[in-house]
């Protein structure tokens, strides 16, 4: 993208907001944050308001991107028909969402030649499905694509769930999904706070917005007034209890199930008794400071690291950073030579900004 365009942009984004003063929000809305950090829950309360959609955990939005070059600049039927393909493919938890097959690619194929656009319908097609005005979507490691997101949908907004970290790996530990060590539990949520605190310090007041768990949970409230100001939405009693509508999770996640019982504390304080005296002690170490930086106090109960642990966690966290530092500068390399449009043309202000 030139820098004439994205002067451009940021004139034309000004303009836009002026202009729709007062006019109902259509931006889409992501859920970020370490996986188990409560992002489900916050989604539950999203798609409890009569206004907002967020579907269960998708897996083609990232995959599709990755494979973006196969379908060009989707100037042909025959290349949207690709992305069509590819998005719709088996795997891709379209099912899940209530959509079919052949509808999807229908749907797909008339949108703008976009592969925002395209991907942006898919999740439009779902809210419509609910009768929602607004559709978002909720994945956790979404928190290290915010910049894809944004070059995909670039009015996004965005809400990250942070919760205390020991609670996270403690969580983790449990899944039957996480096949890594609770030192890779600890690095994802160190790179999540951190990503956390770069998304916040680029990104507009409007555009980006933190959720603590711990306060969510205990009082629900004043933290969703705080985000529906943020989303420009009223608030509704609804969303106080996300458990009515958990019946957008499928039934095999299994480890959702508390979700069906409300919103409770009751897992808050658990990591005092599933961490491991040396995962506690190892952990309350090497991010004492981003702990203490929300407002999680240091225990001292865990038991004094080896140096071989936190070598070990060292190498875990360097191969982490070192990995998505590479994948961060290819993503900003291919968007400043980038001779194609990719950003979705579908809410108001994605239109404005794609005017000639």
Not at 128 to 154: C, Q, S, T
Request: include cysteine; charge should be positive.
């Amino acid at each position: 993208m030139s820098q004439r365009f994205r002067n451009r942009s940021v004139s034309l984004w000004s303009h836009v907001t002026h202009e729709e003063h007062g006019l109902p929000n259509d931006r889409p809305i992501f859920v970020v944050g370490c996986p188990r950090s409560g992002t489900t829950m916050l989604g539950l309360m999203i798609h409890a308001h009569p206004r907002l959609a967020m579907p269960p955990e998708s897996r083609f939005l990232i995959h599709t991107w990755r494979r973006r070059h196969d379908f060009g600049d989707l100037q042909t039927e025959e290349q949207r028909l690709a992305l069509a393909d590819a998005i719709t493919r088996t795997g891709s938890m379209i099912r899940e969402l209530g959509l079919r097959k052949k509808e999807t690619m229908e749907a797909i194929l008339e949108a703008p030649p976009t592969i925002g656009s395209a991907l942006g319908t898919v999740f439009k097609m779902y809210a419509d499905l609910h009768g929602k005005a607004r559709w978002g979507d909720k994945r956790p490691v979404y928190f290290r694509e915010v910049d894809v997101l944004r070059r995909l949908f670039p009015d996004a907004q965005f809400i990250h769930v942070i919760r205390d970290g020991r609670a996270n790996v403690a969580s983790l530990k449990r899944m039957p999904w996480w096949h890594y060590t609770s030192v890779s539990a600890m690095s994802m949520w160190s790179q999540a706070e951190s990503c956390m605190r770069r998304n916040a310090s680029k990104l507009p007041a409007d555009t980006f917005h933190t959720i603590r768990y711990e306060t969510l949970v205990a009082d629900p409230r004043p933290v969703l007034e705080e985000m529906c100001a943020f989303l420009e939405e009223d608030f509704h009693e609804a969303m106080l209890e996300p458990h009515k509508v958990n019946n957008v999770i499928p039934d095999r996640k299994v480890w959702h199930e508390n979700l069906k019982r409300g919103v409770s504390q009751d897992r808050v304080e658990s990591w005092r008794t599933e961490l491991e005296p040396w995962e506690l002690g190892l952990m309350e170490t090497v991010v004492r400071r981003k702990l203490r930086r929300h407002g999680y106090e240091i225990s001292g109960a865990g038991r004094r690291p080896t140096m071989t642990e936190l070598r070990r966690y060292a190498a875990v966290a360097r191969e982490s950073r070192s990995q998505w530092s590479r994948r961060w500068s290819y993503e900003a390399r291919e968007a400043r030579a980038a001779t194609y449009p990719v950003a979705a043309q579908l809410t108001s202000r994605q239109k404005a900004l794609a005017l000639p």
